[in-house]
Nanobody, 123 residues
């Protein structure tokens, strides 16, 4: 069972909007936070935005602040990313992310990743 299932993404012109959604399967539990990372060709994967399941605290990359909004539903175990005012530099593969609490592991945590969804913004 795929732990994180993404939907959304696609191609849009600069200034447009897209919405990404991600749902956590029943194969993972004790989710501490969820979010999105992205990786552009030739670049390292970078954080876009995260949200905690406990208090709903959010964290955004400076490059997306004011344009992107992350939201989560603890009951549905989903996280959405609304992307507005998209720029060509937002073009990347976007990965859903979840951090779970794993008390049996030395790090007490584990990262989970979706398969990625392509976002392309043309100028």
């Amino acid at each position: 069972q795929v732990p994180l299932v993404e939907s959304g993404g696609g191609s849009v012109q600069a200034g447009g909007s897209l919405r990404l959604s991600c749902a956590a399967s029943g194969s993972i539990s004790r989710i501490n936070s969820m979010g999105w990372y992205r990786q552009a060709p030739g670049k390292q994967r970078e954080l876009v935005a995260t949200i905690t399941t406990g208090g709903g605290s959010t964290n955004y990359a400076d490059s997306v602040k004011g344009r992107f909004a992350i939201s989560g539903d603890n009951y549905k175990r989903t996280v959405d990313l609304q992307m507005n005012s998209l720029k060509p530099e937002d073009t990347a593969v976007y990965y859903c992310y979840a951090e779970t609490i794993e008390l049996e592991l030395p790090s007490k945590r584990r990262d989970w990743w979706g398969q990625g969804t392509q976002v392309t913004v043309s100028s």
